[in-house]
């Protein structure tokens, strides 16, 4: 389930999120490139190639225009005073621009392009077939979740993407607030029109997002002599720098309203706009967007997996197809998963053993679970000191690049505890892809609203997940290819995207990392953590499990806290597929390197290796299969 954007901006919202990533498109292989007519000369093939390039992109930038949001997400200032459009009727436009960039795509001659032209072709032409089939879906989603809902994308936007460089920046932001009631009209027309269609989010889903909606009233200048409110303090400290002569008031966050000079005044006037902004337009919205959910609430049932929706057997199958890239059945993503549970349960019997643990594998959990030596306080001292770490075990990583790729990422990445705001509903980590010009860096987000969810043994693996050599890694090298295609420098595959983070968090064992055997055994729970993830996904949504029943699993089979199930559990139900991705993606990296190995011998160099995998963007593994094939084939 995503968020309706179009296909191309939804890619980049929120792109891996580890918990509010939206699936691409994706899925089957792209046919096998056709052969080129002896007729195509060199100067044609070039020729013919650089217009469908041009057209690639065209398309992208056609498609992207039509998001204001997945513009931000890009660094963009283009319409940056308007939310995206909801309404169906613009939704049907955007699926009649889908069949006119398709049209055009077909009139491209396959025999004039180069190879990797073709493989982009077919890509792309994929990609809209692919939202033109599954406009029968669109409903098919709940866009108010705990996960990455619209509720909570407003503020997260304007906090993290709407940067205020100039007067008309602050102007756009203002401008943004005013127009979040029509914004919100538009959404709550959509979830009656999913409640019309039977598709209504499980019960346990409203407590936490009005809560969450709720949050975003509290502070000033909803509440008199209070502290800012969230988007009134990230406004005023933003709109502040321009005038460096101006002070924006005390503590309480009310407006300074002296007018001892023109930036003063200045300074005022938008900060009494935003005020107005607040009170006026984001207040009423929220409040009539948390009735629509109370009246929502007394229609929800506690029935979780999708298979309760008109054809929901066939709408999840669709799903795995395209979160995983493969044809796998949803039994047997269930058995690989439970193979898997099994497997690192062994691997984590020696670490028990090693060090010197007496009792068994569930005592060993508990012990894991539940000893202080494994946590940082629950205080903002010990926060700070969790996120210095995080920042550390980064920097460290750094150093060691070199050993294993070839290619490195220009973008920074910087680490950031998860705003308050979101914090009691939000995953346990996610990363935000840089601005496309990299002047916005890329963002290891860590939640620390509770330091027991958060232990210390686990935080080497997140910080490789979803830094380096992970998601930053990828996604910043991806975004930075020349002679790509925006849509693939921009786009994504879920099984690739978070395979490639799973990978991550075993690579640096290979080069010496996790020395520390309680570290070693926080990669195997977060490994088993995934594994389980196949189990349950299946589970909830093809096999009719319950949501207590997908809790207790976790609960059984890993060390992590029950807290931590609950969270998993419930995102498994809003973004039904999104979590088989990683362990699919892994075994697959995995299983292609071990081949690459078995077949050249000494010639194998890992850092080529990687290479082969990063400098191609984001594909279906069936095309990384390729990829890394043709590879080997070049050094045999």
Same mark, same amino acid.
Not at 27 to 45: F, G, H, Y
Not at 445 to 467: F, I, S, V, W
Not at 550 to 560: M, V
């Given at each position: 389930?995503?968020?309706?954007?179009?296909?191309?901006?939804?890619?980049?919202?929120?792109?891996?999120?580890? #918990?509010?990533?939206?699936?691409?498109?994706?899925?089957?292989?792209?046919?096998?490139?056709?052969?080129?007519?002896?007729?195509?000369?060199?100067?044609?093939?070039?020729?013919?190639?650089?217009?469908?390039?041009?057209?690639?992109?065209?398309?992208?930038?056609?498609?992207?225009?039509?998001?204001? $949001?997945?513009?931000?997400?890009?660094?963009?200032?283009?319409?940056?005073?308007?939310?995206?459009?909801?309404?169906?009727?613009?939704?049907?436009?955007?699926?009649?621009?889908?069949?006119?960039?398709?049209?055009?795509?077909?009139?491209?001659?396959?025999?004039?392009?180069?190879?990797?032209?073709?493989?982009?072709?077919?890509?792309?032409?994929?990609?809209?077939?692919?939202?033109?089939?599954?406009?029968?879906?669109?409903?098919?989603?709940?866009?108010?979740?705990? $996960?990455?809902?619209?509720?909570?994308?407003?503020?997260?936007?304007?906090?993290?993407?709407?940067?205020?460089?100039?007067?008309?920046?602050?102007?756009?932001?203002?401008?943004?607030?005013?127009?979040?009631?029509?914004?919100?009209?538009?959404?709550?027309?959509?979830?009656?029109?999913?409640?019309?269609?039977?598709?209504?989010?499980?019960?346990?889903?409203?407590?936490?997002?009005?809560?969450?909606?709720?949050?975003?009233?509290?502070?000033?200048?909803?509440?008199?002599?209070?502290?800012?409110?969230?988007?009134?303090?990230?406004?005023?400290?933003?709109?502040?720098?321009?005038?460096?002569?101006?002070?924006?008031?005390?503590?309480? #966050?009310?407006?300074?309203?002296?007018?001892?000079?023109?930036?003063?005044?200045?300074?005022?006037?938008?900060?009494?706009?935003?005020?107005?902004?607040?009170?006026?337009?984001?207040?009423?919205?929220?409040?009539?967007?948390?009735?629509?959910?109370?009246?929502?609430?007394?229609?929800?049932?506690?029935?979780?997996?999708?298979?309760?929706?008109?054809?929901?057997?066939?709408?999840?199958?669709?799903?795995?197809?395209?979160?995983?890239?493969?044809?796998?059945?949803?039994?047997?993503? *269930?058995?690989?998963?439970?193979?898997?549970?099994?497997?690192?349960?062994?691997?984590?019997?020696?670490?028990?053993?090693?060090?010197?643990?007496?009792?068994?594998?569930?005592?060993? $959990?508990?012990?894991?679970?539940?000893?202080?030596?494994?946590?940082?306080?629950?205080?903002?001292?010990?926060?700070?000191?969790?996120?210095?770490?995080?920042?550390?075990?980064?920097?460290?990583?750094?150093?060691?690049?070199?050993?294993?790729?070839?290619?490195?990422?220009?973008?920074?990445?910087?680490?950031?505890?998860?705003?308050?705001?979101?914090?009691?509903?939000?995953?346990?980590?996610?990363?935000?892809?840089?601005?496309?010009?990299?002047?916005?860096?890329?963002?290891?987000?860590?939640?620390?609203?509770?330091?027991?969810?958060?232990?210390?043994?686990?935080?080497?693996?997140?910080?490789?997940?979803? #830094?380096?050599?992970?998601?930053?890694?990828?996604?910043?090298?991806?975004?930075?290819?020349?002679?790509?295609?925006?849509?693939?420098?921009?786009?994504?595959?879920?099984?690739?995207?978070?395979?490639?983070?799973?990978?991550?968090?075993?690579?640096?064992?290979?080069?010496?990392?996790?020395?520390?055997?309680?570290?070693?055994?926080?990669?195997?729970?977060?490994?088993?953590?995934?594994?389980?993830?196949?189990?349950?996904?299946?589970?909830? *949504?093809?096999?009719?499990?319950?949501?207590?029943? #997908?809790?207790?699993?976790?609960?059984?089979?890993?060390?992590?806290?029950?807290?931590?199930?609950?969270? $998993?559990?419930?995102?498994?139900?809003?973004?039904?597929?999104?979590?088989?991705?990683?362990?699919?993606?892994?075994?697959?990296?995995?299983?292609?390197?071990?081949?690459?190995?078995?077949?050249?011998?000494?010639?194998?160099?890992?850092?080529?290796? *990687?290479?082969?995998?990063?400098?191609?963007?984001?594909?279906?593994?069936?095309?990384?299969?390729?990829?890394?094939?043709?590879?080997?084939?070049?050094?045999?």
């Amino acid at each position: 389930m995503k968020l309706k954007l179009s296909a191309i901006a939804a890619s980049i919202l929120f792109i891996t999120a580890c #918990g509010e990533a939206p699936k691409s498109a994706s899925t089957a292989a792209p046919a096998a490139p056709a052969a080129k007519t002896p007729l195509a000369t060199p100067e044609q093939i070039a020729e013919e190639s650089a217009k469908a390039s041009q057209l690639f992109d065209t398309i992208f930038e056609e498609q992207l225009a039509r998001s204001p $949001m997945g513009l931000a997400y890009m660094g963009r200032k283009t319409d940056n005073d308007k939310w995206d459009n909801l309404t169906e009727s613009y939704e049907l436009e955007t699926q009649t621009l889908y069949k006119k960039h398709l049209m055009l795509l077909k009139q491209l001659d396959l025999s004039k392009l180069d190879e990797n032209t073709q493989v982009s072709y077919r890509l792309l032409r994929q990609q809209l077939e692919e939202e033109i089939e599954d406009f029968k879906w669109r409903l098919y989603d709940y866009p108010v979740n705990q $996960m990455f809902g619209y509720h909570s994308s407003v503020p997260s936007l304007l906090i993290n993407q709407h940067s205020v460089d100039s007067k008309h920046d602050a102007q756009a932001y203002i401008t943004r607030l005013n127009r979040i009631p029509n914004f919100f009209d538009q959404l709550i027309h959509g979830l009656e029109q999913r409640a019309e269609a039977g598709i209504i989010a499980p019960k346990f889903v409203f407590p936490h997002v009005i809560r969450d909606s709720q949050n975003i009233l509290k502070g000033y200048p909803f509440e008199k002599d209070a502290e800012d409110s969230t988007i009134y303090a990230d406004f005023k400290a933003k709109v502040t720098k321009l005038f460096p002569n101006a002070t924006a008031g005390g503590e309480t #966050g009310q407006t300074a309203r002296s007018a001892g000079n023109i930036e003063q005044q200045q300074l005022n006037a938008f900060l009494q706009a935003a005020e107005k902004a607040l009170l006026e337009s984001v207040k009423p919205a929220y409040e009539k967007l948390i009735a629509h959910l109370g009246q929502l609430e007394k229609k929800a049932d506690t029935q979780d997996g999708v298979w309760k929706f008109p054809e929901g057997e066939a709408f999840y199958n669709v799903e795995l197809k395209r979160t995983t890239t493969t044809d796998l059945t949803a039994e047997e993503i *269930h058995n690989i998963g439970l193979a898997e549970v099994e497997r690192i349960h062994n691997e984590m019997r020696a670490i028990k053993e090693k060090v010197g643990f007496e009792g068994d594998l569930k005592a060993f $959990m508990t012990f894991m679970r539940e000893d202080d030596q494994f946590y940082y306080p629950d205080t903002e001292e010990g926060r700070a000191k969790y996120l210095a770490e995080a920042t550390a075990l980064i920097d460290n990583m750094k150093t060691r690049l070199d050993e294993l790729f070839i290619t490195k990422p220009k973008a920074e990445l910087h680490v950031k505890a998860v705003e308050a705001f979101r914090e009691q509903s939000a995953g346990k980590a996610f990363y935000q892809q840089p601005a496309e010009d990299g002047s916005r860096p890329g963002l290891y987000y860590a939640n620390l609203y509770r330091m027991k969810d958060m232990p210390t043994y686990q935080m080497e693996a997140l910080a490789y997940h979803e #830094g380096l050599p992970g998601h930053h890694m990828q996604i910043a090298i991806s975004q930075e290819l020349e002679n790509m295609p925006k849509f693939r420098r921009f786009g994504g595959y879920t099984a690739y995207i978070e395979g490639w983070g799973l990978y991550s968090e075993l690579v640096p064992k290979e080069i010496g990392l996790y020395e520390d055997p309680y570290s070693d055994f926080g990669r195997l729970a977060m490994e088993l953590w995934r594994a389980c993830r196949l189990v349950v996904d299946t589970g909830i *949504h093809a096999m009719k499990w319950t949501r207590d029943e #997908g809790i207790e699993y976790y609960a059984q089979n890993t060390p992590n806290p029950r807290t931590d199930a609950v969270k $998993m559990v419930e995102r498994h139900v809003v973004m039904p597929s999104q979590a088989t991705a990683y362990k699919v993606g892994m075994i697959k990296i995995l299983e292609l390197r071990e081949s690459a190995k078995a077949k050249l011998g000494d010639k194998f160099d890992i850092r080529q290796f *990687h290479d082969v995998v990063l400098k191609n963007g984001a594909v279906p593994l069936n095309v990384l299969e390729k990829n890394v094939d043709a590879w080997v084939a070049s050094k045999a």
